[in-house]
């Protein structure tokens, strides 16, 4: 790595997003005076009788969810999007517009057992979620009416998860999320003028430079990306160019699964905390189109910066100006492939 790159203020431009982030790495030197908290370890039960999520109870919109043994999903029931919203455009000029927007919210239940999250998780467990995902994305995705597929899971209180079960989210969309919108520009772009995914390119050189790379098996790699906002950001890259995760064998499947097993291990070691994130899949819209240009990858998210206590968070000039972090992807991922 240019030295250059570790010592001084520079910004790094996102290949996926067209958009950047300021890096400040002498800033990491500095003191820390700011929030301290003290931690103390949750236990959990394998059953919680008050838990809308679990075997058996009484969901928050009054439906009872039947004795599940492994994976359960059912529609949300104070969903976000809905199916049955009207169409409708609001356009009074060119400042004042809005149209309708329809939608599935789906809720998967990863385990009946209250006190788990997914590094506890045992792979063939996990596995069962990635085939629900699988199914649900297939089944979603064959509504003419939804073009996306948003597969994510948020984990941790800090990141607005608000029942600890362990669980994650679908929200199947109409029109396609603007996050997914700016990486399908960049992906189509590269592969009109490259003839080849950008990912796969990527995740190349990426193996070679072996700077940001945590951990690799033979079909998956975890590396924290070059333009990395988060502080240990991270993301799983196939390392076949698939436009999405209906694509896999079966031995990927499984090897889904133990690199997503495996990544959140890494993660609670960082602080000896069970370490929250926002982490979701970002594929090919469903809108009946090939999108040879996708190359699938699920990214996370976690805010911790330097303890267990103390997060990230976006504010001042990164709300007002351009996103920054201190500590440079390389440093971070050098940190968790230590841990690895």
């Known amino acids: 790595m ?10 790094r431009y996102n290949a996926l997003t067209g958009e950047w982030v300021l890096v400040s790495p002498h800033r990491s030197k500095r003191p820390w005076q700011g929030q301290v908290e003290k931690h103390s370890a949750e236990v959990r039960p394998q059953y919680d009788p008050g838990c809308y999520l679990c075997p058996g109870n009484s969901r928050s919109g009054g439906e009872q969810n039947p004795d599940y043994k492994d994976v359960y999903v059912f529609t949300n029931d ?10 409708f455009d609001v356009v009074e000029d060119d400042i004042f517009k809005a149209e309708s927007e329809k939608g599935i919210c789906r809720v998967i239940c990863f385990s009946p057992d209250h006190s788990l999250t997914v590094p ?3 792979v063939e467990d996990i596995r069962k979620v990635v085939d629900l995902w699988i199914e649900e994305y297939q089944t979603l995705g064959s509504d003419p009416e939804i073009n996306y ?20 989210q679908i929200w199947a969309s109409q029109k396609l999320p603007v996050e997914p919108s700016k990486k399908q520009h960049s992906q189509q772009e590269y592969f009109q003028k490259h003839g080849s995914t950008l990912l ?8 070679q430079k072996d700077e940001r790379v945590i951990f690799e098996n033979n079909h998956f790699a975890a590396v924290v990306p070059f ?5 240990y950001e991270a993301m799983i890259i196939p390392k076949r160019a698939m436009a999405r995760i209906t694509d896999m064998t079966d031995d990927e499947k499984t090897a889904l699964a133990e690199t997503y097993k495996r990544l959140t291990m890494i993660y609670d070691k960082v602080f000896d905390v069970s370490f929250p994130y926002s982490a979701g899949i970002h594929q090919a819209p469903t809108d009946g189109k090939e999108h040879n240009e996708w190359h699938w990858h699920m990214a996370f998210y976690p805010p911790l910066l330097r303890s267990a206590t103390v997060k990230k968070f976006m504010v001042g ?4 100006a351009t996103p920054q ?8 991922a050098q940190i968790l492939k230590n841990l690895n």
């Open 200 to 207: 796969s390119d990527y995740l190349q050189k990426e193996l």
């Open 78 to 87: 104070f969903s976000a999007l809905l199916k049955d919203s009207p169409d």
């Open 120 to 122: 506890q998780m045992k």
């Open 325 to 332: 972090r201190d500590i440079t992807p390389e440093s971070a």
């Open 317 to 320: 000039y990164e709300m007002l």
């Open 227 to 231: 333009w990395a906002t988060w502080p």
């Open 2 to 11: 240019d030295k250059n790159l570790n010592e001084y203020p520079h910004r």
């Open 149 to 168: 597929v948003q597969i994510f899971e948020n984990k941790g209180e800090i990141m607005g998860c608000s029942n600890p079960h362990p669980h994650g």
